[in-house]
């Protein structure tokens, strides 16, 4: 148990649906991270959130937005996503986004993505 | 751009062997970092990590890595490695000064497969 939870843990969308991931963290910290994890490539940075603030979006494509209401909850909202979309997405969580201490980064289990 | 390198894709080593695993970083200034792993079907979990002090860090299981600054190094070792350790590798690193956004950059990973 991690203490950074994600659902649903695997979802199978067309190109044009719209969709939701969700993120929670019981660790009362004020940093969440959305990745991308995909075969053979190094995991991405695509969204840091501190303090309910995105603080970086680091080139994404627009059809994915990011949504953080407080703290403890994070949603990545997908629509009109491409099969090159399919990945591992995972979020992290950190007590703060300075360097240090206050980076080490908690994840979640992934939520696995198809897009047909 | 920073860069975190791996050096081996896939390692397969029989039980009780030793391991190494590279990891070098492009960033000259000062870093933190970390080694990740991720067991089959589970989520990344972190290993060890390094933030000051004694280059020499020990995490759980048995891992421990040495931080070596003039190569930009932070390998991996084991002296002798159980089937339990298969799993793939990641070696991250956050470059250390004010303002970081806790951007961890990642490494493409190393599978490890022990034999039993």
């Known amino acids: 148990e991690t203490g950074v939870t994600q659902t649903p843990r695997h979802l199978v969308m067309g190109m044009t649906n719209k969709k939701s991931l969700k993120c929670e963290q019981h660790?009362?910290?004020?940093?969440m991270y959305w990745y991308k994890q995909s075969a053979k490539k190094p995991l991405e940075l695509m969204f840091v959130?501190?303090?309910?603030?995105?603080?970086e979006n680091n080139s994404v494509p627009s059809r994915f937005s990011p949504e953080c209401p407080n703290s403890s909850h994070l949603f990545l909202h997908l629509h009109t996503l491409q099969p090159e979309d399919s990945a591992l997405y995972l979020c992290?969580?950190?007590?703060?986004?300075?360097?240090?201490?206050?980076?080490?980064?908690?994840f979640g289990p992934g939520t696995r993505l198809t897009v047909l | 751009a920073q860069s975190v390198s791996q050096h081996n894709h896939h390692v397969i080593l029989s039980e009780a062997a030793s391991l190494e695993l590279g990891c070098n970083y492009s960033?000259?200034?000062?870093?933190?970092l970390f080694w990740y792993v991720q067991y089959p079907g589970q989520h990344l979990q972190l290993l060890l990590k390094?933030?000051?002090?004694?280059?020499l860090v020990k995490g759980i299981k048995g891992f421990e890595a040495e931080f070596i600054k003039s190569k930009f190094s932070f390998n991996l070792r084991k002296p002798s490695v159980q089937w339990s350790d298969t799993a793939e590798y990641f070696c991250?690193?956050?470059?250390?000064?004010?303002?970081?956004?806790?951007?961890?950059?990642f490494g493409k990973g190393t599978k490890l497969s022990v034999k039993p």
């Open positions: 660790l009362g910290h004020n940093a």
């Open positions: 390094y933030f000051s002090g004694d280059p």
């Open positions: 960033y000259g200034g000062t870093v933190n």
């Open positions: 992290a969580s950190s007590q703060g986004v300075t360097s240090g201490a206050y980076n080490e980064q908690f």
């Open positions: 991250a690193v956050t470059p250390n000064y004010g303002g970081s956004q806790g951007n961890l950059i």
């Open positions: 959130y501190s303090l309910e603030e995105r603080v």
